[in-house]
């Protein structure tokens, strides 16, 4: 009686031990698959921004502006000091 005793508990400890596998197994799966659509979804932002803070699209909002690129002109270097040793 004692051995029969000893075998269920060892193996409900078994079919517990599966049970919680199976479910970390799915769980695992849907933490990978959230991950895969976030990554594209930052890759589509990071694309976004690309795109708004580039030359083409940040000339068309200074002309909506008023503003425009300057002439050769119109662009003055200033050079900084090095203090000598």
Known sequence: MLWLVVFLAVAVAVQARQAASVMASGRVTRLREERAALEAQRAALQRQVRLATGRKELGRRAEDLG??????SEIDLLRLRTPHR
Do not use: I, S, T
């Open 67 to 72: 503003l425009h690129f300057p002439l050769e």
